[in-house]
């Protein structure tokens, strides 16, 4: 089964940026949209930022607009995260979602940890 990868979370110092990059081990047709959400501890997992594979239309959680932009590489069936002015509270652990056919089928990531300190 094709899974979700996920790099460059880590720490870094509040006010500093991290590049997310996520892609799939194998072929996954017909992507939709991608996206990352996270989740803080005692947290639901929230919406971070999504892309519509056709045509780029982005969509931002309010508490990263202005911040964060999400990207994506339609060749190699990867998006990316890059974050800049980090604060304490983005940190969580950050997943990225692929939904993906006409079935409209979700695929996760494993998650990678980003911790910002103050």
């Known amino acids: 089964q094709v899974q979700l990868v996920e790099s460059g979370g880590g720490l870094v110092q509040a006010g500093g940026s991290l590049r997310l990059s996520c892609a799939p081990s194998?072929?996954?047709?017909?992507?939709?949209?991608m996206g990352w959400y996270r989740q803080a501890p005692g947290k639901q997992r929230e919406l971070v930022a999504t892309i519509i594979t056709n045509g780029g239309s982005t969509n931002y959680a309010d508490s990263v607009k202005g911040r964060f932009t999400i990207s994506r590489d339609n060749g190699k069936n990867t998006v990316y995260l890059q974050m800049n002015s980090l604060k304490s509270e983005d940190t969580a652990v950050y997943y990225c979602?692929?939904?993906?056919?006409?079935?409209?089928?979700?695929?996760w990531g494993q998650g990678t940890q980003v911790t910002v300190s103050s």
């Open positions: 194998g072929s996954i047709l017909r992507i939709n949209a």
């Open positions: 979602h692929y939904n993906a056919g006409i079935s409209r089928e979700d695929y």
